[in-house]
């Protein structure tokens, strides 16, 4: 590392050069190859859903896969007539085949469209015979449904904001039109105003020149996260046209870079500073900073991108461009704060410095005792009364944690948006017609397959028995052929698509009405729809989760058990991390779940957590708190290489990383809380959580659980035994030089 901050203050101005360009030509391409194509697309191997999705391609019916929204036409005075739209509206609706927005179908109470390649295709709008109101108006013909379905795995916002940009400039103040249902729920996700980046960029700002009081100190970090975000996104637009990367990517991404850029850049930093205050010469100072601290950055850089990537481990394609594409930017922040910011500490010399000190430094006069702190009181308040303090962190991680274990997984339709959204009032439009009901936003399809699928027969037979079925709104079944031997019957569910009923009543579907349809004939009868889909894509994260944290916690494990040689250590930082984990999704359900000051943080109503999150969640979370860990526990051990004074080296360990640990934590919380201002519900949620979670870790676990045990623990914390040290590979946090007066270790723990 040391030869890594030579040459990087040598040539730094070559350094900064190639950062510039690499800025620019990451951009500039993703700018030749056309922008961004973000797509929300991922497959189920091995489920119905998947199944279905094959067999309707096979046939040549790609569009019934798509994404489905509702436009809700609601007159401010008066009704709807029945036999006449509202001006200009049918015309808007066929002008949406010729777009090129990869419409399928249109069904309106007043005309339906089939779109094909050449436009707009006439299609029978399907209906129940027993029907005589028009299915498409509530009963008081007050409020009018238009169902606009696109084709399958076309999921880019380009193709939901043009439907929407279309058609909302039909809204008159007579005539409302809201936008509801899974496609247009895409559109509320989309930013308007101030980017929640740019206030964790000026929270950052703010606290780093109290922590600094330094122009160049305070800039430095920013500079560093800027760099690598410039970069990054960069190459995750590009990345977006060879994979498919969601939508929500981007953010996340910036929201990494931001939280660990800054973080790295802070430690390194501080490391220099205190070098220089010792009395190191400049390069010097540099270079040791890089050696130790870059050394835990390139640790912690490392276990963040393994956790993440841990998420392709799940086998969900959705997943795997967001993996890839964070993992990227965060290995860029790693590479950022290894080469750019020693090349721009050289650059900026003392100045990195307070004015009223710097003087006093070059002349070596400069007097510098940083034992005498409040941190060095608090970790010696910490030794004596471990057990207390143990006692209360571990009671305060219990009762957050609480709500955890009422977690339910889905994912919240619009009548968990936040109220005036044009998403909420859509629902709610729906919610409250009559003929209509809460359940009228749920999309489920059975789908048959057979040689008698298109009898007439044997559909009345399937739809008498469906309107039968609990839980399921008769009035709203209708069936249509798709192919010689291939019909779709579409209904409603009477409970909200969020409710727990609505689940149940897919699996009840699914293990008793379709194999008693089926019996005595060759047929199969599939249920499909966003909701069946979504049941799905929750059992297979729920059958990967076991997978997935193994792999990621033992990653870990390993990584650290190489760096501190130890045994001890690394366990106590996988069961940190997971409290830390439990206490943060206890406190996502408390709000997201059950509401508690949701809509007080203009995130709406409480509904299910979106399947995929705990996953990610856990994947960032256990990357992130790996941080605090690799640069507590480094400075502990670097002492106690020297020393062998397990007490000594805990409480100095943490009086001298404790204030950067938690001015880290405080950037940190900034910037996630900062995507607390965003649109996008999960967006929110990642926000809220891993702010939560950082506060948790850096406040109660690092500050006190963690030093308190390992007081406990006493020289065990170092325990190695000597046949595993003979046969894993000298890769430490510590330089060599240190690392060389370590001692032999004992094969029985050190008590």
Request: contains cysteine.
């Amino acid at each position: 590392m040391k030869t890594v901050a030579r040459f990087a203050t040598k040539h730094r101005w070559w350094v900064v050069a190639v950062w510039l360009a690499c800025i620019l030509g990451s951009q500039a391409l993703a700018s030749a190859a056309g922008g961004s194509r973000y797509k929300d697309v991922f497959t189920l191997p091995g489920t119905e859903t998947q199944q279905v999705l094959d067999l309707l391609r096979g046939n040549g019916e790609a569009g019934q896969t798509g994404q489905v929204g509702t436009v809700v036409v609601h007159p401010r005075t008066g009704t709807l007539d029945a036999a006449q739209p509202p001006s200009g509206l049918l015309p808007a609706l066929r002008k949406l085949c010729t777009e090129h927005l990869h419409v399928a179908l249109i069904t309106s109470p007043w005309a339906a469209y089939q779109c094909g390649p050449t436009g707009a295709v006439a299609a029978t709008v399907p209906r129940h015979a027993a029907v005589q109101h028009n299915p498409l108006l509530s009963t008081d013909d007050t409020v009018g449904l238009i169902s606009i379905g696109w084709q399958g795995n076309q999921n880019a916002i380009g193709n939901f904001s043009g439907v929407h940009d279309a058609l909302a400039p039909l809204g008159t103040k007579n005539l409302e039109l809201e936008f509801t249902g899974g496609a247009f729920a895409n559109l509320a996700a989309q930013q308007q105003g101030i980017p929640p980046e740019v206030f964790g960029f000026a929270a950052a700002l703010i606290i780093l020149a109290i922590v600094f009081r330094s122009l160049g100190a305070t800039l430095l970090p920013l500079l560093s996260a800027a760099a690598a975000l410039g970069v990054g996104l960069g190459l995750v637009s590009l990345l977006s046209h060879v994979m498919n990367v969601a939508s929500f990517a981007t953010q996340l991404a910036s929201l990494m870079v931001i939280g660990v850029g800054i973080d790295y850049a802070l430690f390194i930093v501080t490391r220099h500073r205190r070098n220089l205050l010792r009395g190191m010469p400049m390069d010097q100072s540099i270079a040791v900073a890089i050696n130790t601290s870059g050394r835990a950055v390139l640790f912690a850089g490392a276990t963040v991108c393994v956790a993440i990537l841990g998420l392709c481990a799940l086998g969900v394609s959705f997943l795997y461009g967001v993996a890839v594409g964070t993992s990227i930017a965060v290995a860029l922040t790693m590479i950022a704060s290894l080469t750019l910011l020693p090349s721009v500490l050289s650059l900026l010399g003392y100045r990195v410095l307070p004015r009223r000190v710097r003087k006093a430094v070059r002349d070596g006069s400069y007097v510098h005792d940083e034992h005498r702190t409040r941190w060095a009181w608090w970790s010696e308040l910490v030794a004596r009364r471990k057990t207390v303090l143990a006692a209360v962190a571990a009671g305060v991680i219990v009762v957050l944690a609480i709500p955890f274990f009422s977690m339910r997984l889905g994912q919240a339709d619009q009548g968990s948006d936040p109220k005036g959204t044009t998403t909420r009032v859509g629902f709610d439009l729906i919610a409250n017609a009559p003929g209509f009901g809460k359940g009228y936003t749920s999309v489920l399809e059975l789908v048959l397959d057979g040689p008698t699928a298109t009898n007439a027969g044997y559909l009345r037979t399937v739809a008498q028995s469906l309107a039968k079925t609990p839980d399921v709104d008769p009035v709203t079944i209708g069936a249509q052929p798709l192919a010689k031997d291939l019909a779709l019957m579409t209904f409603k569910s009477v409970s909200a698509p969020q409710d727990e009923q609505t689940n149940a009543l897919v699996k009840r579907l699914r293990s008793d009405f379709a194999p008693r349809l089926e019996r005595g004939t060759t047929n199969q009868i599939y249920v499909f729809g966003q909701t069946a889909v979504l049941v799905d894509f929750a059992h297979v994260l729920a059958q990967k989760m076991p997978l997935f944290f193994v792999a990621v916690i033992g990653l870990s494990f390993l990584l650290l058990l190489l760096a501190f040689r130890s045994l001890v250590v690394p366990l106590t930082a996988a069961a940190m991390n997971l409290f830390a984990a439990g206490a943060s999704f206890g406190i996502l359900v408390a709000v997201f779940q059950w509401g508690w000051f949701s809509e007080a943080l203009g995130i709406g109503a409480g509904g299910p957590i979106d399947a995929f999150l705990p996953v990610m969640f856990f994947a960032i979370l256990f990357g992130l708190s790996m941080d605090y860990q690799v640069f507590l526990v480094s400075r502990m051990h670097e002492e106690w290489v020297h020393t062998h004074d397990n007490r000594h080296s805990i409480s100095v360990g943490q009086a001298e990383t404790g204030g950067i640990i938690t001015a880290a934590a405080i950037i940190m919380i900034a910037v996630f809380g900062g995507f607390l201002l965003g649109n996008a519900r999960v967006i929110k949620m990642i926000g809220l959580g891993l702010g939560a979670a950082i506060f948790i870790d850096a406040f109660v676990l690092r500050t006190v659980l963690v030093p308190a045990l390992m007081h406990a623990l006493g020289r065990s914390n170092w325990w190695f035994p000597r046949w595993l040290d003979r046969i894993t590979p000298r890769v430490s946090v510590e330089p060599p030089e240190v690392l060389a007066d370590q001692p032999a270790p004992e094969d029985e723990p050190i008590v």
